[in-house]
């Protein structure tokens, strides 16, 4: 099971928008609405963003957002903040064999 | 209030096997719907999802991994353990035990994460 495809890096102006892909195949991404999306900052653990494809945990800014078009997932995070930049991982539920796939990670910078 | 702390070896050799420990409060792997995971990032690398063990004793590996890993729980103590056999270079990274919650978080999504820990393999 290969690691889901996303950016290297992606930067924007505070208070744009900016959107992450992660690209999966028919047996992951695009066979289940449970790709979830972390943070995660320099030297910390990550921080559940995103899960089943489009929710938030409670806490979670509503600047940030998920969808899925077929094997694509994506994040959307709005009026970009300083504190936004980060590293961010989707991943996917892949079968009950494979079960969880992570992605390669983008690197987000606020300009 | 949920914690998770990693601990074991920070370093051991080549062909060694590793065992860490996820000590855990504020929930009981008991309860219904409740999981235990690992996750490990190499220096300047993605996440890795690796294992998961469920209230149940149901249990998820890594497919690549399979064969080298192996959890378990001890619900009386509260801990998660993880061995991982025959060790290598490229497993040096920081292992990470989390917290997972089916009835909250669909499938095997982590919302509460350890401090993590750093395991280099060298000899």
């Known amino acids: 099971q290969s690691a889901l495809t996303q950016p290297a890096s992606v930067s924007g102006s505070p208070g744009q928008s900016i959107t992450i892909s992660c690209t999966g195949t028919s047996s992951d991404v695009g066979s289940y609405n449970l790709v979830s999306w972390y943070q995660q900052h320099p030297g910390k653990a990550p921080k559940l963003m995103i899960y089943?494809?489009?929710k938030r945990p409670s806490g979670v800014s509503n600047r940030f957002s998920g969808s899925k078009s077929g094997n694509t997932a994506s994040l959307t995070i709005s009026g970009l903040q300083a504190e936004d930049e980060a590293d961010y991982y989707c991943c996917s539920y892949a079968g009950s064999s494979t079960f969880k796939v992570f992605g390669t990670g983008t690197k987000v910078t606020v300009l | 209030q949920i914690t998770l702390k990693e601990s074991g070896p920070t370093l051991v050799k080549p062909t060694q096997t590793l065992t860490l420990t996820c000590t855990f409060s504020g929930f009981s792997l008991s309860t219904s719907g409740v999981g235990v995971g690992w996750i490990r990032q190499p220096p300047g690398k993605a996440l890795e999802w690796l294992a998961l063990i469920y209230w149940d004793d149901d249990k998820r590996y890594s497919p690549s991994l399979k064969s080298r890993l192996t959890i378990t729980k001890d619900t009386s103590k509260n801990q998660v353990v993880l061995t991982m056999t025959n060790m290598d270079p490229v497993d040096t990274a920081t292992y990470y035990c989390a917290h997972s919650n089916t009835f909250a978080y669909g499938s095997g999504d982590f919302d509460y994460w350890g401090q993590g820990t750093l395991v280099t393999v060298s000899s």
């Open positions: 089943e494809g489009s």
